[in-house]
């Protein structure tokens, strides 16, 4: 396929709102793709050159970027950095500076060099060159390759080269609805996504799935399993606000488990070779060599995957510390340092590939022992307590000993015979009941930060106040949900202002508000908020369409930031506006 025929297919689907057409147009885009390319089509169509586990990413800074569009173009670099600044987007800054350029002056340019009917692959390769380009001098070079790129293309390709290399498409096309697109593409049937969705929840992996469904068709598809070293997406919990609820949910009995508040880590073991996923399928193996070597010193076994939580440990006290000491043991950078001044613990509570056998499909307490099966307990690796409940005095009992034992709260787990891992899933098999008794919505909510307005007095320079959403998972949308501007340090502020980069004026497509902000942002950063209280609302978005009223929203009444930034959640695992609508109506 040429990469001009996918360029368009964006700007159509950039052009409309509906999902359902967006699916369509995708799709019959996608059906055109053969076999070889539709691996690189899917994953240049979420804006990747690699699935997030692999750690390759493209994104160059604004400067080499603006250097490079006023190379191939042959402008200035301030006029360049001019448009960008009035159009606040990269992709449109280049259309509008090579749609300027004519035919005439290009060729000159160009040294008679034609226009390129590129494929899509040649552009993937290209891509991929310019990422992998490290090293001395490697600035110079990436912007040397890409301005050679961008001198050779169209302006509507330019465009989307523009757009990959500042990291966000902007067409709205998330996973679920390639998923669809494709599904649509290959089998004639939206509906399908389904077997699509089960084997890209096994292996996080879009270029895996699309080729398998495209070489092999949909019945090779459902036979996707897990694979070692691709991670799976993670079992995620619903949430209950008593015992009671607990029981009532298991019919009566029910495993129970402290919740541990560290960082989820899924560990993939084939003999020495050890990897780490967090809990959104990035690779963090480099920041934990320390839990490598802990993991392979209690391994029993060759082969596995399993999964734990990294808390910070105080051996001397015997006790778990509070999250924000294990967050520091996200750098990059001094690692060796880190590991001696926060050392770690790892409780682990699952298995879900041993034997050279996909676990997913076993029972919980199936699993549960199969893990005490390949590994062993040290003083660094523990199973996770845990205990059977049929009580709700035991499970109060339970859970008041996991708060003195510095834990968040509980899990609470099914032990029936249907209580499989459901990778990806929210599902009713794990349910989980924190603390916060004392505050009056007892729940915590991860929100994304769509956007903000600019700081006054001490806070001047920096951003103020911010405008927080939750994520809908059928649409593939942020909606609002509150406005925050009190609770942070002057480091978070600063934090936020390093990261976050004003995208354009106009807010994202993917953003359902009715709030105008000052400045929008690609969704990039989670932070935890707790309230008062959840109020229906006609100026926010958050479930909007499934109240009792249309006109109106749900809203989180008296923000608090609870100082927890939740970088090992991608936006589109933030709290969903369901679990928002669920929380209200049993509020
Ligand atoms: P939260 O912000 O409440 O941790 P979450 O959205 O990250 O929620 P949930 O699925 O809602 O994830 O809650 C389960 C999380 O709790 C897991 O992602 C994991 O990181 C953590 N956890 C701690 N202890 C356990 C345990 N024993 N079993 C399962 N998960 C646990």
């Known amino acids: 396929m040429k990469f001009k025929d996918l360029c368009q297919c964006y700007f159509r689907l950039e052009n409309t709102q509906k999902k359902l057409e967006m699916v369509d147009i995708l799709a019959e885009t996608l059906a055109k793709a053969n076999e070889k390319e539709i691996g690189k089509i899917s994953l240049l169509t979420l804006g990747k050159l690699y699935p997030d586990f692999v750690g390759i990413e493209l994104m160059l800074a604004e400067k080499m970027a603006t250097k490079a569009l006023a190379l191939a173009t042959g402008k200035s670099e301030k006029s360049v950095q001019n448009l960008l600044d009035e159009t606040g987007d990269l992709g449109k800054a280049a259309h509008k500076l090579l749609e300027n350029k004519t035919q005439s002056t290009l060729l000159a340019f160009t040294n008679q060099q034609e226009i390129e009917q590129y494929e899509v692959q040649e552009i993937w390769g290209i891509l991929d060159n310019i990422a992998k380009t490290t090293g001395e001098g490697s600035s110079d070079k990436k912007i040397r390759f890409l301005s050679g790129l961008l001198s050779k293309v169209t302006s509507l390709e330019a465009r989307y080269i523009s757009r990959l290399i500042a990291g966000n498409l902007r067409t709205g096309v998330a996973a679920q609805l390639l998923l669809e697109a494709l599904s649509k593409a290959k089998t004639g049937n939206r509906e399908n996504k389904e077997f699509l969705e ?110 734990g939580e990294i808390v910070a440990f105080d051996h001397d006290k015997e006790s778990i510390l509070p999250f924000q000491h294990v967050s520091q043991r996200k750098r990059k950078h001094d690692i060796d340092q880190k590991i001696a001044e926060v050392p770690v613990r790892v409780y682990l509570f699952d298995v879900l590939y041993s034997d050279s056998k996909s676990k997913l499909d076993s029972p919980y307490l199936e699993r549960r022992e199969n893990l005490k099966e390949i590994i062993e307990e040290s003083k660094e690796i523990k199973f996770s307590h845990q205990t059977i409940a049929e009580n709700a005095d035991e499970i109060d009992d339970f859970f008041h000993q996991a708060i003195k034992d510095s834990c968040e709260g509980i899990m609470g787990k099914s032990v029936g015979k249907d209580s499989v891992y459901q990778a990806g899933a929210r599902g009713w098999n794990w349910v989980k009941y924190k603390a916060g008794y004392d505050a009056q919505l007892s729940d915590s909510f991860d929100l994304v930060i769509m956007g903000a307005e600019y700081g006054k007095g001490k806070r001047a320079g920096k951003y103020g106040a911010f405008l927080l959403g939750c994520y809908d998972e059928i649409e593939g949308v942020y909606q609002t949900f509150t406005k925050i501007g009190t609770g942070f340090s002057d480091e978070d502020l600063d934090f936020f202002f390093k990261e976050l980069k004003p995208f354009e004026r106009d807010k994202p497509k993917e953003f359902q508000s009715d709030i105008e902000s000052s400045i929008w942002f690609n969704p990039k950063i989670v932070i935890e908020v707790t309230g008062d209280e959840i109020t229906r609302s006609q100026l926010h978005t958050c479930s909007r369409g499934l109240m009792e009223s249309d006109l109106e929203g749900l809203a989180l009444r008296f923000p608090r930031f609870t100082g927890k930034i939740v970088d090992d959640k991608a936006p589109e695992q933030a709290t969903t506006n369901d679990e928002i609508r669920t929380i209200y109506l049993n509020q």
């Not at 799935?209 to 619903?238: C, D, N, R, W």
């Not at 919740?259 to 399928?281: A, C, E, P």
């Open 198 to 307: 089960r084997a890209y929840n096994r292996c996080s992996d879009i270029e895996y799935v699309s080729t398998t469904l495209f070489a092999k068709g949909l019945e090779a598809v459902k036979q996707v399993e897990v694979k070692l070293f691709s991670p799976i997406k993670v079992m995620l919990a619903q949430r209950v606000s008593s015992s009671e609820e607990l029981l009532e949910r298991f019919k009566g009995t029910c495993a129970l488990e402290y919740k541990y508040d560290g960082l989820r880590v899924q560990i993939h073991k084939k003999n020495k070779d050890v990897k780490l996923f967090s809990r959104s399928t990035e690779n963090i193996t480099n920041q934990f060599p320390d839990v490598i070597e802990f993991i392979n010193d209690s391994s029993l076994d060759d082969e596995f995957i399993i999964e």
